[in-house]
């Protein structure tokens, strides 16, 4: 077993967020359908803290890698919205959980500027950088379950003015930098993430809400998520590799944030009906995703693969 716990990768924690994203996505289906979502993600949640205790060296050594330092953000992102799953068994601890999380991402947005940010070389950057910065928004999205929207509106704001900066930093490293190497390379697919992430924080924690605001949100998440959908297909084709993560939470987000802008207008009395196929079809699509993934690396966990 040791062994097995040996082979679990940080972006692990990626999936992990991924499985707890699906959940919500799928809690109008299905309670238990979300309470499955919630068992797997707490399942990887025990496997990335068994790593961390077991072998504390290799964690430490892979956070000087900017790529791995910045899906670690995913860890603390999947605690935020795991929180949420728990609260009704363990009440006030899952508020500390909440609060802890939101910590520790701020602890991780210091660390990473310091570290990558400050002496910043075009090349190292990858689409990973989201994670980091915009990855606060969680807070946003799950403010509400303890009246926090306060913290929440706060988040959103910062998720979406770090956004703008990282989406012109981002695409002029693809730009001008073509050469990625093969393990990186899934990592393209994380762009349909930040915006629709917005989409979800704003619908959830501000108010009051402006329609053409989101509709413009809705509108460039909808062109990124088609270009990160045309990347995944294409890097679906690669072998396996850890960053195959990106393939989980940017899709079932843009599925949350499309089922959340067809709730908005609907609750603002201007529904957009043509949205429900949308919807269902991002749906499938992240669900297809997220389980595909999770068996592979299931698959190069316990496989041997």
Known sequence: MRDKI?????????????????????????EGVRYVCGIAAA?????????LIMFPQMIKEDLKNPIMASVAGTFPMALMLLSTYVKPFIGTAAFVIWIAAIALHIVLIIWFTA????????????????????????AAVTAPAYNQTGIGTAAFWFGLVTLVILLVLVTTRYVKCREVPEPAKPLICIYAAPMSLCIAGYVQSVTPKSRS?????????????????VQAVKCLQLKFYPSYASFTFPF?????????????C?????????L?????????IAVVLVVYTFIRFMGFIFGGK
């Open 6 to 30: 040996k082979k679990v990768p940080i972006p692990l924690c990626g999936v992990m967020l991924g499985l707890a994203t699906l959940g919500n996505l799928l809690q109008s289906y299905s």
């Open 43 to 51: 399942f990887l949640l025990l496997l990335i803290l068994l790593k």
């Open 115 to 138: 570290k990558f940010i400050v002496n910043l070389k075009l090349p190292k950057v990858f689409a990973s950088y989201y994670i980091v910065y915009v990855g606060i928004a969680v």
């Open 213 to 229: 605001f989101l509709l413009a949100m809705f509108a460039v998440a909808s062109v990124l998520y088609i270009f990160s959908l």
């Open 252 to 264: 079932a987000i843009s599925a949350v944030a499309a089922k959340q802008t067809m709730a908005c």
């Open 266 to 274: 609907a609750n603002m009395g201007q529904p957009l009906p043509w």
């Open 276 to 284: 429900q196929t949308v919807v269902l079809i991002e749906t499938i």
